[in-house]
């Protein structure tokens, strides 16, 4: 089935330093995959949506490509700062027809310290 | 544009009591899913709503059922609560079922079980 695999946390960096946060995917066709955020005590917000091969996202800094030929949507961002301290998870549709079901993966947990 | 909007924000219950959960999706938005999310399981599917027809079921047991009004509001329900269904509950609404509608959730109720 539809799965996501996310690189393990925590990532702790100095501020300014350069993020990135692997994840790879396995499914059937081409998903829709997101990037999302979760600050301390809050729900997910969207950070980022790719929905066909080679599409990029950007948002706030960060970006994403989404790469059919390695199954892979890492998360990206040049310049990282203290409020971006936070948990990132990625995650793809299932694929499933009339659903909007989201398979998440584990999430990375990512400490900036100034 | 208000959010979504999870009610109540904080619960506790002992064992073997009941529970109902609300979710206001944003305005215009007919889907509504849910998730639980916990440390060891991290983010798992519950179920998925449109048009109050329950489009799509996660793999939980009978105990948890939810429901969908006319007006995209929807309640989950968990009875017979166990220490295991301690967790954040999230409520995600969006516009419609495909696979490349972005998910918006709100920020969650903790339930905590004694």
């Known amino acids: 089935g539809n799965s996501v695999t996310q690189m393990e946390g925590p990532v702790t960096l100095s501020e300014e330093a350069f993020l990135t946060i692997n994840c790879t995917y396995t499914?059937?066709?081409?998903?829709?995959l997101f990037w999302y955020v979760q600050y301390p005590g809050e729900g997910l917000q969207l950070l980022l949506k790719?929905?066909?091969?080679?599409d990029k996202g950007s948002n706030k800094g960060f970006e994403t490509t989404y790469r059919k030929e390695t199954t892979s949507f890492h998360l990206e961002k040049g310049s990282v700062q203290v409020s971006d301290s936070a948990v990132y998870f990625c995650?793809?549709?299932?694929?499933?027809?009339?659903?909007?079901?989201?398979?998440f993966g584990q999430g990375t947990t990512l400490q900036v310290k100034p | 544009k208000a959010g979504v909007t999870q009610t109540p924000r904080y619960l506790i219950k002992t064992r073997g009591q009941q529970v109902t959960l609300s979710c206001s999706p944003i305005?215009?938005?007919?889907?509504v899913s849910w998730y639980q999310q916990t440390p060891g399981q991290g983010l798992q599917f519950l179920f998925e709503?449109?048009?109050?027809?329950?489009?799509n079921k996660g793999n939980f047991p009978g105990r948890f059922s939810g429901r969908q009004f006319s007006n995209s509001r929807s309640e989950m329900n968990v009875s017979t609560l166990e220490l295991g269904d301690s967790a954040l509950y999230l409520c995600?609404?969006?516009?419609?079922?495909?696979?490349?509608?972005?998910?918006?959730f709100g920020d969650g109720t903790r339930l905590s079980i004694l």
């Open positions: 995600a609404s969006s516009l419609g079922t495909g696979d490349n509608q972005p998910q918006h």
């Open positions: 499914a059937t066709g081409y998903p829709s």
């Open positions: 790719a929905t066909k091969a080679d």
């Open positions: 995650a793809l549709t299932a694929l499933t027809s009339n659903t909007g079901k989201l398979i």
């Open positions: 305005s215009g938005h007919r889907s």
């Open positions: 709503y449109f048009s109050e027809t329950q489009r």
